[in-house]
């Protein structure tokens, strides 16, 4: 075994050959307080007799720039560590370091930064430098530093791999001896490119998300608003000839790639973009016969798979690329839908306990390279509880609770202090400069007083989460307590902002969607009246969505939650501005961070902060997998289930699976002129609540006999055009008339 770490980035060989699939170790963490190391099995790159181990470095986030051109965070001089233990055919057993005998050169990466890129100088590349032919004798002794390693951990997560390659679709040239290259898809990673030149001759790669749509511009890279983030790799040719060229430390986020410098540019067919993330296991897939809400879905998982690298950043393109707690804290629940985010986010939630700090508040972005973004705001912050309970939902293992329940507890104590310390149960503290409903497109309204409203709501949020966890944790009084103190900070919440008449404070679709979606409102008839209150709101703004970070994921749930699934999918269906819809009309093939980060003329939205792969408005893919794919979580782990698709007018097919701890859980519908087809799977040692539209309970068969007959079926209820039957592990074949 071969085990390795770096201050900064690594890559390693043995005897020529490349050690491990991985790209960009040992990851981004708080390498004060933790580097990772990896372990590679190397028996099959060792040969008898002399063997050399070479391994190149790179700044990568250890002394390039980090988040807003941030340099030198953790330090400035690169180091590298490695051990090789080594168990021969006798059973004798030898461990090798790295020590003063290991030997040191400049080599042929120039430039080596996670922002602005590489550059490749092959004139400096000394061959077969890690081979055993090769004489070291002119290269200086390492230096070798003074340090206790104890804070070298080894890494608990899916190494950083190459998913998949992408060759261009298409080339354009907008200028003289400028060529375009573009994918087809916004991908996060770095271009593998076959080009040909001549000694001395340099090859310029720019990558950027967009093209200008507008005359006199049109064709060329969009790159304004990566910032400064330079986002250019460059290979410098030692000799005339072709060569295969991929940059090895660093990274960018891009759908289009410029090629300036050659005299011959490679054809389309040379030019591929390499995808880079975190290797997670898929585990959901939903497939929808609508074209557009089946390009959304696919924009939903291209902006996981490129922000799930290394942490769960905010953006890949610019100069920032933090982990923001308020995405992952609302994207938590569709991530674990596509994906086993468990190794991945209990990784997150170690760097999340590194920064907490005294008081029990964390920062705004985890790992905190620096000072900025010190603030604890409402639903960022809260991601501390969020996320591990999106995880146990999802999975129904509780050992991210586990490992972390002491540290989340002195989080929640944090948020009831600041909530109740002025005697009352209302949250008017946690503000920061960016409270309210983050990017809402709401006008006129004054966000510290939208940020009460949402803040208590989050308040008896957080608590209903906490008493759930307490439970699953065995802390009966814990849970007993916080279970009791949620309809208190529901009454308070609807006493302090829910008037009369049912309008909620502040008077926004943020509001009345967190006010509704969470539950808050215990009184049937206010919360009717409240509902009103948000349909009309809905209807004045011509059913068109204004909601930001916070707001938008509750959105939806909150139409479910009132009986309006109708308005729901007008929304989610609508592709004018501002929609999901619209953002694929204008071509994204990820997430934006800002429904206007494209205009309706074509023009973009704030250079300042215009993200076009940005996974937080993704945040509606819990809803659409639970409602149009039709599974829901009723027990965690999918223990027990709910399958309870809504077979609505804008789609006629929809196909959903999850590979749950249990086994797969399937559902797939079918409406064919008004007789619908429902086949489930239910994985063994689980139950599922199935709910079929129809016309009458008799009308509902499965396979050739009566629905209510047929094998499986525990129970069943007839009640407005539903049959809900309670059935056990097996495949279901149901078909019903659907109601007139």
């Not at 354009?172 to 000694?199: E, K, M």
């Not at 569709?334 to 590194?354: E, G, H, I, P």
């Not at 969607?513 to 009246?529: F, H, K, N, T, Y």
């Not at 086994?663 to 429902?678: I, K």
């Amino acid at each position: 075994r071969l085990y390795a770490s770096a201050r900064g980035l690594y890559q390693l060989s043995i005897n020529g050959c490349k050690v491990g699939d991985q790209h960009l170790a040992p990851g981004w963490t708080d390498y004060c307080k933790r580097i990772q190391a990896q372990t590679y099995d190397v028996t099959p790159l060792l040969e008898k007799g002399v063997n050399v181990i070479g391994a190149a470095l790179g700044d990568g986030w250890y002394r390039g720039k980090v988040g807003i051109g941030w340099r030198n965070v953790y330090g400035d001089a690169l180091a590298f560590v490695a051990m090789l233990h080594v168990t021969y055919a006798d059973e004798s057993e030898e461990t090798l370091v790295s020590d003063g005998g290991w030997r040191t050169s400049e080599g042929p990466f120039v430039q080596a930064d996670l922002q602005d890129g590489e550059t490749f100088d092959a004139r400096r590349e000394q061959v077969s430098w890690d081979r055993k032919e090769f004489d070291a004798s002119a290269w200086l002794p390492a230096d070798v530093l003074s340090d206790d390693l104890s804070e070298i951990v080894p890494q608990p997560d899916e190494p950083v791999r190459l998913l998949r390659a992408l060759t261009a679709q298409n080339r354009t040239s907008p200028a003289p001896g400028v060529y375009v290259y573009d994918l087809g898809q916004n991908i996060v990673g770095v271009a593998r490119v076959r080009i040909s030149g001549r000694r001395g001759q340099r090859a310029c790669l720019r990558y950027a998300e967009e093209l200008y749509r507008e005359p006199g511009k049109r064709g060329r890279l969009y790159t304004e608003n990566l910032r400064t983030a330079k986002a250019t790799d460059t290979y410098i040719f030692a000799r005339d000839e072709t060569v295969v060229y991929q940059p090895a430390f660093t990274q960018h986020g891009f759908r289009f790639i410029e090629i300036t410098g050659l005299d011959v540019p490679p054809d389309a067919g040379d030019v591929q973009g390499v995808v880079l993330g975190s290797n997670l296991p898929d585990t959901g897939d939903l497939q929808l016969s609508h074209p557009m809400l089946d390009q959304l879905v696919k924009n939903i998982r291209w902006g996981q798979r490129g922000n799930f690298l290394s942490i769960p950043t905010d953006t890949p393109a610019r100069d920032e690329r933090l982990g923001w707690t308020g995405d992952i804290s609302v994207f938590a629940p569709t991530a674990c839908r596509f994906q086993d985010t468990r190794a991945f986010l209990s990784k997150w939630m170690d760097d999340v306990r590194d920064s907490q700090r005294s008081d029990g508040s964390i920062p705004a972005v985890v790992p905190q390279p620096r000072d900025q973004f010190v603030e604890s705001g409402v639903g960022w912050s809260d991601a501390f509880i969020t996320v591990p309970y999106a995880v146990w939902q999802a999975t129904g293992d509780a050992r991210i609770l586990r490992r972390n329940w002491e540290e989340m507890k002195r989080f929640y104590l944090y948020v009831h202090d600041s909530a109740t310390h002025d005697g009352n149960l209302l949250e008017e503290g946690r503000s920061s400069w960016f409270s309210g409903d983050w990017l809402s497109l709401e006008q006129g309204v004054e966000r510290l007083e939208e940020h009460r409203v949402i803040a208590t709501a989050y308040f008896a949020e957080d608590t209903r989460m906490m008493a759930e966890m307490a439970e699953a944790m065995g802390d009966a009084e814990l849970a007993a307590a916080w279970s009791a103190l949620v309809p208190q900070i529901r009454a308070a919440f609807v006493d302090a902002y829910c008037k009369s008449d049912g309008a909620v404070h502040a008077d926004t679709q943020t509001v009345y969607a967190l006010a509704l979606g969470m539950d808050l409102i215990a009184d049937a008839s206010r919360r009717e009246q409240s509902a009103d209150k948000f349909v009309a709101k809905l209807a004045a703004d011509n059913y068109h969505l204004k909601t930001g970070f916070l707001g938008t994921p509750w959105l939806l749930p909150a139409l479910t939650s009132i009986g309006r699934n109708d308005l729901a999918m007008r929304l989610l269906l609508n592709d004018e501005y501002p929609s999901w819809g619209f953002e694929i009309r204008m071509g994204a093939t990820t997430v934006w961070e800002r429904w206007n980060s494209v205009r309706p003329d074509g023009k973009f939205g704030p250079v300042d902060m215009n993200s076009f792969n940005h996974y937080a408005y993704g945040a509606v893919g819990d809803w659409m997998f639970q409602h149009l794919g039709g599974l829901q979580i009723l027990e965690p782990g999918y223990k027990k289930s709910r399958i309870a698709p809504i077979v609505s007018s804008g789609i006629v097919h929809a196909r959903c699976r999850l590979r749950t701890p249990y086994g797969l859980l399937a559902s797939e519908w079918e409406n064919v002129d008004g007789e619908l087809t429902l086949v489930v799977t239910v994985p063994p040692n689980t139950s599922a609540q199935v709910v079929i539209p129809a016309s009458s309970a008799q009308s509902v068969r499965e396979g050739q006999g009566a629905a209510l007959n047929a094998p499986g079926v525990k129970t069943f209820g007839y009640q407005a055009g539903h049959l809900t039957l309670l059935i056990g592990s097996g495949r279901y074949e149901f078909t019903s008339l659907l109601p007139r």
